[in-house]
């Protein structure tokens, strides 16, 4: 009778030892199982970069430097030291006059010229000579000595050019130098079709995302698939070439040829996603 207890015991931690053999390797295999799971790419979600979760995730950029092939201008001309409002009015209006003509003559469509503001001024009075001391004045408060000598109005138009053949730049020059009280105040280099630039920048931009993806799958073992979306964090830009009085006089100064080194910038940005698979 002890004997046989013996013996049921023996089998009943065999059994035990036996089961718990079959446990651990349940466990291993689940373990396993669950590796292979996330090594693939339909649970790649822990196991890769961030980028890949949903799906390839990769931005592209494009430059398009462009050699500008329009330049906008604006011209102010002014008449100044006139006693009375309505002569000074005239004057410039004169002025004004003359300068569209030579402005026509040099090439540039009507419908590129544009009056886009006038004025007249009040200016300080203006003083007759001080006959003891022999100087003048333009202070608006009479110096020892000198007498007014009327009110100084100042007078003039704004007026607002597109150039589309830039081989006419030095027309505006001559043009501006000729006439007194008239210069050029600000100048821009720029390309006339804005939206054919940025469509190509778009596309460039696309173009380097879709590189990027193949390469960022290439480096995660895993195949690049279809377009699923792009969008643009931020819209399309164009760059141009923006001078001053003082840096347009130098440029127009200089210039003697249509051909300069200036380029506009036109960039653009995309965030794409790509399916995946495996290979």
Same mark, same amino acid.
Request: hydrophobic share 40%; proline share 4%; aromatic share 4%.
């Given at each position: 009778?002890?004997?046989?207890?013996?013996?049921?015991?023996?089998?009943?931690?065999?059994?035990?030892?036996?089961?718990?053999?079959?446990?651990?390797?349940?466990?291993?295999?689940?373990?396993?199982?669950?590796?292979?799971?996330?090594?693939?790419?339909?649970?790649?979600?822990?196991?890769?970069?961030?980028?890949?979760?949903?799906?390839?995730?990769?931005?592209?950029?494009?430059?398009?430097?462009?050699?500008?092939?329009?330049?906008?201008?604006?011209?102010?001309?002014?008449?100044?030291?006139?006693?009375?409002?309505?002569?000074?009015?005239?004057?410039?209006?004169?002025?004004?006059?003359?300068?569209?003509?030579?402005?026509?003559?040099?090439?540039?469509?009507?419908?590129?010229?544009?009056?886009?503001?006038?004025? #007249?001024?009040?200016?300080?009075?203006?003083?007759?000579?001080?006959?003891?001391?022999?100087?003048?004045?333009?202070?608006?408060?009479?110096?020892?000595?000198?007498?007014?000598?009327?009110?100084?109005?100042?007078?003039?138009?704004?007026?607002?050019?597109?150039?589309?053949?830039?081989?006419?730049?030095?027309?505006?020059?001559?043009?501006?130098?000729?006439?007194?009280?008239?210069?050029? #105040?600000?100048?821009?280099?720029?390309?006339?079709?804005?939206?054919?630039?940025?469509?190509?920048?778009?596309?460039?931009? #696309?173009?380097?995302?879709?590189?990027?993806?193949?390469?960022?799958?290439?480096?995660?073992?895993?195949?690049?698939?279809?377009?699923?979306?792009?969008?643009?964090?931020?819209?399309?830009?164009?760059?141009?070439?923006?001078?001053?009085?003082?840096?347009?006089?130098?440029?127009?100064?200089?210039?003697?040829?249509?051909?300069?080194?200036?380029?506009?910038?036109?960039?653009?940005?995309?965030?794409?996603?790509?399916?995946?698979?495996?290979?």
């Amino acid at each position: 009778m002890m004997k046989n207890s013996r013996y049921a015991s023996g089998v009943t931690a065999s059994v035990r030892h036996a089961a718990n053999r079959v446990c651990k390797l349940l466990i291993v295999l689940a373990v396993t199982s669950l590796i292979v799971c996330v090594a693939s790419p339909a649970g790649m979600a822990d196991n890769v970069a961030p980028s890949l979760v949903n799906g390839l995730v990769v931005t592209g950029h494009s430059e398009l430097k462009l050699k500008p092939d329009v330049a906008y201008l604006t011209i102010w001309t002014s008449t100044q030291n006139y006693n009375t409002k309505s002569v000074a009015e005239s004057e410039s209006a004169g002025k004004l006059s003359l300068l569209i003509t030579s402005l026509k003559d040099a090439g540039v469509s009507p419908g590129d010229i544009e009056t886009v503001d006038s004025w #007249v001024l009040l200016l300080p009075k203006i003083f007759a000579a001080d006959t003891k001391n022999g100087v003048g004045s333009n202070n608006s408060t009479s110096p020892p000595g000198s007498a007014p000598a009327g009110e100084n109005y100042e007078a003039g138009h704004s007026v607002r050019v597109t150039v589309r053949r830039l081989s006419i730049l030095t027309s505006m020059r001559d043009i501006t130098s000729k006439q007194d009280l008239t210069t050029i #105040v600000d100048l821009r280099y720029d390309i006339a079709d804005h939206a054919k630039y940025i469509y190509q920048a778009v596309h460039s931009a #696309v173009a380097d995302a879709e590189t990027n993806a193949d390469a960022l799958a290439t480096a995660n073992g895993v195949s690049c698939g279809q377009l699923m979306s792009s969008t643009e964090p931020t819209s399309p830009t164009i760059t141009p070439i923006d001078m001053d009085e003082d840096r347009a006089k130098v440029e127009l100064a200089q210039l003697a040829l249509p051909s300069h080194e200036y380029n506009v910038l036109v960039t653009a940005d995309v965030s794409s996603v790509y399916a995946f698979s495996s290979r």
